[in-house]
């Protein structure tokens, strides 16, 4: 079976200070790995994935991602952020399904 | 290019009606799914699609039933609403090809009240 944690409900970060959103994973086989965001009444957009290659994986809005097989982690980090990254992040991943599973999710908060 | 649509945005139903939630996509996709957001349990796969005449169950499927006759279509209905359906529903679609290679692209939700 496959399934996600996100351990933090929320987030709170200074603006200009580096933020971490923490997400670990378990599956059968090799991880498909992803985080979007959510604004308020919108659905959900992409911003990176892993897939195999690089530990390291960069995308969208200066977010960038890790990949970690030994701790089963893919922990979202970016090195400054900013009060308009604030909304609602969501790790997912899928194993050898055709299923992908979503965490229950971390409300960032970037402070002024 | 419009990508996952999503009708209606809102719907109120009593409990014991049915109804059917739309979702169109025009990327040409195989692969589509719905998912319903409830608070702090993030997304729950409901049923999914690899394809025309292919459905499968997701992690939430009791209530709900589900067809894809086309590729671009992919409606969710509700036979007999119960207050528990009340949530945040979102359609999905997406280009995989191998394993779960590519991202899903979302509609923009249809929240439903089940009173």
């Known amino acids: 079976a496959q399934s996600v944690a996100q351990p933090e409900d929320q987030v709170n970060v200074a603006e200009g200070n580096p933020l971490t959103v923490k997400c670990t994973y378990s599956?059968?086989?090799?991880?498909?790995l992803f985080w979007y965001v959510q604004y308020p009444n919108r659905g959900l957009q992409f911003l990176l994935k892993?897939?195999?290659?690089?530990?390291l994986v960069k995308g969208s809005y200066g977010f960038e991602a890790e990949f970690n097989k030994s701790q089963t982690s893919f922990h979202l980090k970016k090195p400054s952020a900013l009060v308009s990254d604030s909304a609602l992040y969501f790790c997912a991943v899928s194993g050898d399904t055709d299923k992908l599973i979503f965490g229950t999710g971390t409300r960032l908060q970037v402070f002024p | 290019n419009a990508g996952v649509t999503q009708t209606p945005k809102f719907q109120v139903l009593k409990t014991g009606q049915s109804m059917t939630l739309q979702c169109a996509q025009d990327m040409n996709h195989e692969y589509m799914s719905w998912y319903r957001q409830d608070p702090g349990m993030g997304l729950r796969l409901i049923h999914y699609s690899v394809g025309a005449g292919i459905t499968d169950q997701g992690e939430v499927p009791n209530g709900y039933n589900v067809s894809r006759s086309t590729t671009e279509d992919f409606p969710l209905r509700l036979l007999s609403a119960a207050p528990s359906q009340t949530s945040v529903y979102f359609c999905a679609s997406s280009s995989n090809t191998i394993g779960f290679d590519s991202p899903l692209h979302f509609g923009n939700g249809t929240r439903l009240t089940v009173t």
């Open positions: 892993y897939i195999t290659g690089d530990n």
């Open positions: 599956v059968s086989g090799n991880p498909y």
